[in-house]
């Protein structure tokens, strides 16, 4: 079974996007994408807690929100890659730092 990674960040428009949309060819993984705000494309449901092996947030107030929001549930491990909020969806940058962030975590959970 491949694992599943639920990329987060507040409104799911920019940067769990471009995650998502750079992991979802790999075939590795399952991913998804939510925000952790109520005018999210998607906001963070039980049931993509549910879903979830691994949740990698942008930045760590989306880790305290989701802790927050679904304390009675039992968590996957949650990871903040550290991106800020300065990029525009599939920015070379942003995918640069995406996959710098991620692979690590990828290959320990991986392995």
């Not at 409104?11 to 949309?21: D, G, I, K």
């Not at 903040?80 to 640069?96: F, G, H, K, R, V």
Request: some cysteine; glycine content about 2%.
């Amino acid at each position: 079974m491949k694992p599943r990674l639920l990329f987060v960040c507040s409104r799911n428009q920019w940067r769990s996007p471009t995650a998502e949309e750079i992991y979802r060819p790999d075939a590795r993984l399952e991913v998804r994408s939510a925000g952790v705000s109520g005018s999210a494309r998607h906001t963070i449901s039980q049931a993509d807690i549910d879903w979830a092996d691994l949740i990698l947030v942008m930045v760590p107030t989306h880790k305290r929100r989701i802790i927050e929001c679904f304390h009675d549930s039992e968590l996957p491990p949650i990871e903040s890659l550290d991106i800020p909020d300065d990029y525009q969806p599939m920015d070379a940058e942003l995918i640069d730092l995406i996959q710098a962030a991620t692979e690590p975590l990828l290959i320990r959970l991986l392995s």
